[in-house]
């Protein structure tokens, strides 16, 4: 009561809603999503104006709620429940290892989750490609490992990737961290259909496949200038948040700073939709 009364009215719940709700790169992907459709004639910087515009709105929105009165009195909450550590009188350690209880939550909740996978292969068109060819998993996009999520969420709330993950990682050593739920749930697609042995944070793998991919063009006489290199690991990037680049992702952030479509040409020369393809399917093999 006394923390909705120096919120606004906000329990705190709401507050942490509306904090990561701002912060999340979803909703922050919806948002700019949104500025291109409704400014599809805008030049790219104005619309990258408005984006940065609306992000900061929303994200100064959730945070004004902080107010000296707010804060004073949840730094006095802090330093009420603050842990004290005894040191002179230190526990004794009875076992080491996971809960038992709580180990087989977790392998239920990996059971589960692959079984959803599994009961939905044949339906959705982003698990069709991750069932078929190699080389197919190019074709994946953002808009098609979102529509797996909501999708997930909707029916199955409880195996929110990220919950999921940290069931893998009670039962076994997962590489990395994922930066989101959507990244996340690639990877965890990629580890229950055995893609990948151990569960790893995609742009991890991307990273890897970037550095093969790299090597292997360059094995012979073809050398890339730094300034290509610069191109190629701004793809790289965008592919491990993005999933997949067409030409025209080109003409926004972060490339337009670069130049856009038209510097990547002037760099690659006719080669240019070649190695996005090649980089589409290489970062995501």
Do not use: C
């Not at 006394?2 to 009215?9: L, V």
């Not at 459709?37 to 945070?63: C, M, V």
């Not at 529509?147 to 940290?166: C, D, N, S």
Request: proline residues 3%.
């Amino acid at each position: 009561i006394q923390f909705s009364a120096k919120a606004n009215g906000k329990s705190v719940s709401q507050v942490v809603k509306d904090l990561l709700n701002a912060f999340n790169p979803d909703t922050l992907e919806d948002l700019r999503a949104k500025v291109e459709q409704e400014n599809s004639g805008a030049a790219p910087a104005e619309k990258k104006a408005k984006f940065n515009r609306l992000k900061t709105e929303l994200q100064n929105n959730a945070a004004k709620v902080f107010t000296g009165e707010l804060n004073e009195y949840i730094e006095n909450v802090r330093k009420a429940h603050e842990q004290k550590i005894d040191m002179q009188n230190p526990d004794t350690v009875i076992n080491v290892g996971w809960d038992s209880d709580n180990k087989t939550k977790a392998e239920t909740l990996v059971r589960d989750f692959k079984t959803w996978i599994e009961q939905h292969k044949d339906e959705i068109i982003a698990l069709q490609i991750f069932y078929a060819q190699p080389y197919r998993r190019r074709e994946l996009t953002y808009a098609m490992i979102k529509g797996v999520l909501e999708r997930l969420k909707a029916e199955k709330p409880v195996l929110a990737p990220i919950q999921v993950w940290r069931a893998y990682e009670q039962l076994e050593k997962a590489n990395g961290s994922p930066r989101n739920e959507l990244i996340a749930l690639v990877s965890l697609i990629r580890k229950v259909l055995g893609v990948d042995k151990t569960l790893t944070a995609y742009d991890k793998t991307v990273d890897k496949n970037f550095q093969n991919w790299v090597f292997k063009k360059q094995a012979g006489a073809l050398k890339f200038t730094e300034e290509q290199m610069r191109w190629l690991r701004m793809i790289k990037d965008h592919i491990a948040t993005s999933i997949h680049l067409d030409a025209d992702d080109l003409d926004y952030t972060p490339f337009d700073a670069a130049g856009g479509k038209g510097k990547m040409f002037q760099l690659f020369g006719d080669k240019m939709d070649e190695i996005i393809n090649e980089l589409n399917e290489a970062l995501a093999a």
